[in-house]
């Protein structure tokens, strides 16, 4: 990462002239930052929503990691809580993207109901509420460094389920 940042400054660097140096620190200039509207999901976790959940099909009420953040070589516990408003039948599928700093590992998109049975559960998913625990045992061996996932997840007529995201999950050595 600090290659690709030397790398991106010696790039750029002929393209700011000496003149325009000292507009860069003038302290009456100010930076505008518009921030992101953020939707962080509840409990103990590093999930967001991808945008605002209101009209998602899934309402998650909690999702609880422990340890939070993963550690290698750990046995990871996940408590999630939610209601379905609609019925999820054979055909919903997740697109599911995993990167490591600027490198994609994973980027496919993938059968719900496959998966599901990943955590002995089954489609169809019936409308009402729902509860899932799961421990899943890391690995010891992931490389060290930032993570980000995203899951955007649509039922069989392409309705938003739900979207997730985590953003900066550190793994150290």
């Known amino acids: 990462m600090k290659f690709l940042s030397a790398a991106t400054l010696l ?22 930052k518009t921030a992101e509207p953020q939707f962080p999901v509840e409990g103990d976790n590093p999930l967001e929503y991808c945008q605002n959940p209101e009209n998602h099909i899934l309402k998650i009420e909690s999702v609880n990691l422990s340890p939070n953040p993963p550690q290698p070589g750990q046995t990871l516990n996940i408590k999630a809580n939610g209601t379905l408003n609609e019925r999820i039948e054979k055909g919903a599928t997740v697109s599911l993207e995993v990167k490591w700093g600027l490198i994609t590992l994973i980027k496919q998109t993938v059968d719900l109901c496959k ?43 392409q309705k938003q389920v739900t979207c997730l995201k985590a953003n900066d999950i550190t793994f150290h050595l």
Do not use: H, R, W
């Open 11 to 32: 790039l750029t660097a002929p393209l700011v002239s000496a003149a325009s140096l000292p507009s860069l620190f003038d302290p009456s200039q100010v930076t505008i």
């Open 115 to 157: 998966e599901l049975e990943n955590v002995d559960m089954e489609c169809p998913l019936e409308k009402g509420e729902m509860s899932l625990t799961k421990q899943v045992d890391l690995p010891k061996q992931i490389p060290p460094g930032k993570y980000s996932i995203l899951a955007d997840v649509y039922d069989k007529d």
